[in-house]
Nanobody
Framework: QVQLVESGGGSVQAGDSLRLSCAAS????????MGWFRQAPEKEREFVAALRWRIGITNYADSVKGRFTISRDNVKNTVYLQMNSLELEDTAVYYC????????????????WGQGTQVTVSS
């Protein structure tokens, strides 16, 4: 079992920045991926960013590339999502995920999910 605890959401204005954190605990050894997804009201859950933990390779959705950065702290077993230049369209519940699948952009590659944290961007 793996437990994920997210933090860092909030309400900001367009152009502002936020950093989300996701602390993983439990059976986190081995080769795995950690990702961030988001879901806006009445929309499908969509991929945002992912990180292959052991080798550090990152992957981003086109909509956030250049604005968001995913990173990790090996000691704290925590993954971060630094979100800069936030836009109204970034408003959503953001979910952290942990898994061992191959395709980091698909939810099916992830076995555990955090509870979600709300990010609201206003003009």
């Amino acid at each position: 079992q793996v437990q994920l605890v997210e933090s860092g959401g909030g309400s900001v204005q367009a152009g502002d920045s936020l950093r989300l954190s996701c602390a993983a605990s439990g059976r986190t050894s081995g080769t795995y991926i950690m990702g961030w997804f988001r879901q806006a009201p009445e929309k499908e859950r969509e991929f945002v960013a992912a990180l292959r933990w052991r080798i550090g390779i990152t992957n981003y959705a086109d909509s956030v590339k250049g604005r968001f950065t995913i990173s990790r702290d090996n000691v704290k077993n925590t993954v971060y999502l630094q979100m800069n230049s936030l836009e109204l369209e970034d408003t959503a519940v953001y979910y952290c995920a942990f898994g061992s699948g191959t395709y980091v952009r698909t939810p099916e590659s992830y076995d555990y999910w955090g509870q979600g944290t709300q990010v609201t961007v206003s003009s």
